[in-house]
């Protein structure tokens, strides 16, 4: 899917924008404090239902206005045309897709499929799991039909085990929802190291084209044991019950699941500088976008915050031919529009923001 228009009216520092987009590459020109990542935080919000740079909905509506509002019309591979929009207010959110309303966040994410990199990218390398869960679930979301109803019965079964080990129910009880755990533990289990096993294969090929002569490889870790072999996620859930009831909670399974990419058998953070840590995250977007377009036969929305940061020219010149070569729509932010070079793409549009105001450059 791709932007054919943006409409935003009401976000943040934005004055009214109304934006023809190209299909390739979207470059948003301009100082600081300009309005750029505001845009992109404004696409995210289309595609995702959330900020990037905050949890507080408030935050993102102007003071003199009760709402914020963004609409676009997107293209799909296919030819289809649909309109998507969001509106926002204090309290609650209102989305429609093809002039319908829904709820759904998910369908919007598949209306609107958006990859985000920014200066807090390298966050995915050094935090916690969970951004990592969230990169393989976002993959998932948009190559298994079946991976949302797991998701979320797994999630379900989850709530429940664990308030009955908070209330010391009887062990029937917390067998019940073993059972179901375990039924959505097994596939999420499966389509994870499935998904890490393909972003391996494709993350090789692309961190060598932005990494000469670094080996990668990814590490999927499940959440639970390996050893030993015979026992499954169910008997590990019996072994650990009594654990489990002291600390109120089930302390394995899925949703301690992560990967881990690995450099030369080493993370990322020893082997590497800042520079090249952000090259390899350009890789894993890139690897993800790739397997977008894999499974769904049709491209994701990239969107870049910054680029040139921390990138000297000939990195610069390296990822842009990448980024190039992926055909995926892109808005991506500089300071100066000579600090990227937009030859590659057969259709390109360059718009300067100043003063929270979009005007394209001709």
Not at 250 to 261: M, N, Y
């Amino acid at each position: 899917m791709r932007v054919a228009t943006l409409d935003i009216a009401g976000f943040r520092n934005l004055r009214r924008v109304s934006l023809p987009c190209a299909s390739g590459l979207n470059l948003l020109i301009g100082p600081n404090a300009s309005g750029k990542t505001s845009l992109l935080e404004a696409l995210y919000f289309l595609g995702r239902g959330r900020s990037f740079r905050t949890r507080q909905p408030r935050e993102l509506i102007q003071s003199a206005v009760s709402a914020f509002r963004v609409v676009a019309i997107m293209n799909g591979d296919n030819g289809r045309r649909v309109p998507v929009g969001v509106e926002r207010g204090p309290r609650e959110s209102i989305a429609r897709v093809g002039g319908v309303p829904t709820r759904s966040l998910a369908e919007l994410a598949r209306q609107v499929p958006v990859l985000l990199l920014n200066p807090d990218s390298h966050r995915l390398l050094e935090d916690g799991p969970q951004p990592r869960r969230r990169f393989m679930d976002w993959g998932l979301f948009h190559a298994e039909p079946g991976f949302l109803d797991a998701w979320r019965h797994y999630g379900a079964a989850l709530r429940h085990r664990n308030a009955a080990l908070r209330t010391q129910a009887a062990n029937r009880v917390v067998d019940a929802w073993d059972g179901e755990l375990t039924t959505a533990a097994t596939i999420l289990d499966r389509l994870r190291e499935s998904f890490c096993e393909a972003l391996g294969s494709v993350l090789g090929p692309l961190a060598a084209s932005t990494l000469p002569g670094v080996a990668v490889r990814v590490d999927y870790r499940r959440g639970w044991p390996l050893e030993p072999s015979e026992r499954d996620f169910a008997a590990w859930l019996r072994i650990g019950r009594d654990q489990d009831r002291q600390q109120g909670h089930t302390r394995l399974g899925p949703h301690r699941a992560d990967f881990a990419v690995r450099v030369a058998g080493r993370p990322p953070a020893e082997g590497l500088s800042r520079g090249q840590q952000k090259l390899l995250v350009i890789a894993l977007l890139l690897a993800q976008a790739q397997l977008y377009r894999l499974h769904t036969g049709d491209a994701c929305i990239l969107l870049i915050d910054d680029l040139p940061a921390e990138l000297d020219p000939d990195n610069r010149a390296r990822v842009m031919g990448a980024l190039a070569a992926l055909d995926s729509q892109l808005f991506v932010t500089a300071i100066e529009p000579g600090l990227l070079d937009a030859a590659a793409w057969r259709e390109a549009r360059t718009f300067r923001l100043s003063g929270g105001e979009a005007r394209e450059m001709i």
